[in-house]
């Protein structure tokens, strides 16, 4: 099967390279330095270095290429799953906590009770009447 290119006039194509960094970014388009920080560390760690002036300059509506619009969808789709992996662990660490304290707080209350009941049949086995 032969595969169909299509093409793309210049001015859709440059509508597209543009336009996405707006929304990819920052909804509003402004992007601080604090954030863009961030974002530049984060994306490093996903393994696309992005340097944070860069990451500024296209949430502030500076032209970009299309291999540098990918990376920075793969680097928010990368690290959007890595924040919900780190959720999903501090949510299971969570509900095996809460499991963990009501396993103890029922063997306590079961200790009590034996206790209560050994501290019963004592009290009555010392005022039973001997043999």
């Known amino acids: 099967m032969a595969r169909r290119s299509r093409k793309v ?11 996405p960094s707006h929304r ?13 920080r961030r974002l530049s560390r984060r994306f ?15 949430a502030a509506g500076a032209s970009a290429g ?3 619009l990918s990376d920075v969808n793969f680097a928010l789709a ?7 992996e780190r959720l999903a662990k501090l949510k299971r660490s969570q509900r095996r906590a809460v499991h963990c304290l ?3 707080g029922l063997i306590l209350l079961v200790l009590n009770s034996l206790l209560c009941m050994a501290y019963l049949f004592f009290s009555l086995a010392l005022h039973a009447a001997p043999y």
């Not at 990819?24 to 863009?36: E, F, H, I, S, W």
């Not at 490093?44 to 990451?55: C, E, K, S, W, Y």
């Open 78 to 84: 990368a690290t959007e799953f890595e924040r919900e």
């Open 9 to 19: 006039s210049p001015e859709l194509k440059l509508s597209l390279v543009t336009s």
């Open 102 to 104: 009501i396993v103890a």
């Open 44 to 58: 490093g760690d996903v393994g696309v270095a992005i340097p944070a002036m860069r990451l500024q300059q296209i």
């Open 24 to 36: 990819v970014l920052m909804p509003d388009g402004a992007l601080t330095r604090r954030q863009a």
């Open 66 to 68: 299309d291999k540098e």
